[in-house]
């Protein structure tokens, strides 16, 4: 079962800032919220995680909200390049842990 | 970061045939990879967990002596897509996992003619 919430589709002007929100309102205590992205016809690629203080890198920033309940990936000056389908998943940190991908959210990026 | 790579990118097949995909970890040992699959306009489809050196864990719904998961190594996990049908024409990606998280293949596109 899909543990998050993401809008199918978003766009957004380039060189501005894309915010990409998630919903994961049953995370558990243990759970990080990660981030990845899968570029047309490529393997996902990861961007971003973080348990309960944001995160920032030199990717994106990750602002989880205090209850933990949701989370928004912030792409600070979109490209064209940034144009892919972005998938929020909740998961322990555990590296040998399975990663289920829900269906993503697919940014476009408009010039 | 950690690198994985695939083998071959794309391939071709007659119906009937087997086809074998590499994926491989090139600068870390993994003991544990994963197997997905992932058909037009939809999201990735976990198949299997691969685990060096015993037997694959398959999701339901996969059936394991049609896509058979060897990891003999650290670093090398394959699946081979036996007696394979147009239907099994896809996207197939690995994933290896490492302190730090779990970085991608960049997939083989298989087609089944």
């Known amino acids: 079962d899909a543990k998050t919430t993401q809008p199918t589709s978003m766009d957004c002007a380039e060189g501005r800032a894309a915010n990409l929100p998630c919903n994961h309102s049953t995370i558990s205590g243990n759970e990080y919220v990660y981030w990845y992205r899968q570029i047309h016809s490529q393997g996902p690629q990861y961007i971003i995680h973080?348990?309960?203080n944001n995160e920032t890198n030199e990717m994106a920033s990750l602002i989880i909200t205090e209850d933990r309940k949701s989370s928004t990936l912030i792409l600070p000056h979109a490209t064209l390049r940034d144009t892919a389908v972005y998938y929020c998943?909740?998961?322990?940190?555990?590296?040998?842990?399975?990663?289920?991908f829900g269906k993503g959210t697919r940014l476009h990026i408009l010039p | 970061g950690a690198v994985v790579s695939q083998h071959p990118s794309w391939v071709i097949c007659k119906s009937g045939t087997s086809v074998k995909i590499e994926c491989r970890s090139l600068?870390?040992?993994?003991?544990?990879m994963f197997w997905y699959r992932q058909f037009p306009k939809q999201s990735l489809m976990l198949m299997a967990t691969?685990?060096?050196?015993?037997?694959?864990?398959?999701e339901q719904g996969v059936e394991k002596d049609k896509f058979l998961i060897n990891h003999a190594s650290l670093t090398l996990s394959t699946l081979t897509v036996t007696s394979a049908h147009p239907e099994d024409s896809s996207f197939y990606i690995c994933s290896a996992s490492v302190i730090g998280g779990q970085f991608f293949g960049p997939g083989t596109r298989l087609t089944v003619l």
């Open positions: 998943i909740v998961r322990v940190d555990n590296r040998d842990d399975k990663i289920i």
């Open positions: 600068d870390f040992q993994a003991t544990t």
């Open positions: 973080g348990l309960k």
């Open positions: 691969s685990n060096e050196g015993s037997k694959a864990t398959y």
